[in-house]
């Protein structure tokens, strides 16, 4: 009987430790939870455009709720992107904001052109860039 009680207790410390430190394994809630970092300054400028309760972006990245699978229409409107796109985002493109996405898949269709020009293309898009960010790119 004892030996049952402390192999119990030693169950919950271990899941009360997971807990804690769990963080979401789903695709879904890894790429909410990138764009979420990408487009708001903060989980909490988030949870007000969203009109969410506080520290619900907290229990999502820790793993404790998966509440955001309930309401994908309206999380995914406050981040510019549709449903389709949080259900479908692949690893390559997942946490790419909608602008972003698009360059890659503008840049995707000069697969066809010469390589020489392809180069070429990339390089004028890079050095627009630069002089536009002050050289940050």
Do not use: H
């Amino acid at each position: 009987m004892l030996q049952e009680i402390k192999t119990d207790a030693c169950e919950d410390m271990e899941r009360t430790a997971t807990d804690e430190t769990r963080e979401p394994t789903d695709e879904v809630g890894e790429t909410l939870l990138l764009l979420i970092s990408k487009t708001y300054p903060s989980d909490a400028a988030f949870e007000r455009a969203a009109g969410l309760p506080q520290k619900t972006v907290s229990n999502w990245r820790r793993g404790k709720s998966t509440s955001y699978l309930k309401m994908l229409p309206t999380l995914a409107e406050k981040l510019g992107v549709s449903p389709s796109d949080l259900l479908t985002a692949s690893r390559e493109t997942r946490g790419l904001t909608p602008s972003e996405q698009e360059l890659l898949r503008a840049f995707r269709e000069t697969e066809t052109l010469p390589d020489g020009e392809r180069e070429d293309l990339k390089n004028t898009l890079l050095t627009i860039i630069r002089y536009r960010t002050g050289g940050r790119a």
